[in-house]
């Protein structure tokens, strides 16, 4: 069984930064495909980046550039470091561990973008 927790949430105005933390409880991390998603009110949850345990990455075109995936395998943790945030980044984030046969999600965290 796999638990995850996030952090790192909050309200911030246009152009800041913040970084989003997601501790994995459980075994073999570093077999698992990471993933940040995020969902706004009415609408389906996103993809927003993952990282595979040796480093691999995928981004959604919306934040290229301005977000980074990062992973510490040793810790057990997940990191999404967001800049030059914006209002329509505004949502709740959700972190994500999953493997072939295996889908786990964490609570959420509400980021807040305000202008």
């Known amino acids: 069984q796999v638990q995850l927790v996030e952090s790192g949430g909050g309200l911030v105005q246009t152009g800041a930064s913040l970084r989003l933390s997601c501790e994995f409880f459980?075994?073999?991390?570093?077999?698992?495909?990471m993933g940040w998603y995020r969902q706004e009110p009415g609408k389906e949850r996103e993809l927003v980046a993952t990282?595979?345990?040796?480093?691999?990455?995928t981004y959604a075109g919306s934040i290229k550039g301005r977000f980074s995936i990062s992973r510490d395998n040793s810790k057990k943790m997940v990191y999404l470091q967001m800049n030059s945030l914006q209002s329509e980044d505004t949502a709740v984030y959700y972190c994500?561990?999953?493997?072939?046969?295996?889908?786990?999600w964490g609570q959420g965290t509400q980021v807040t973008v305000s202008s």
């Open positions: 459980g075994t073999f991390f570093s077999v698992y495909k």
């Open positions: 990282m595979t345990g040796t480093g691999a990455t």
């Open positions: 994500n561990a999953r493997t072939s046969s295996s889908a786990y």
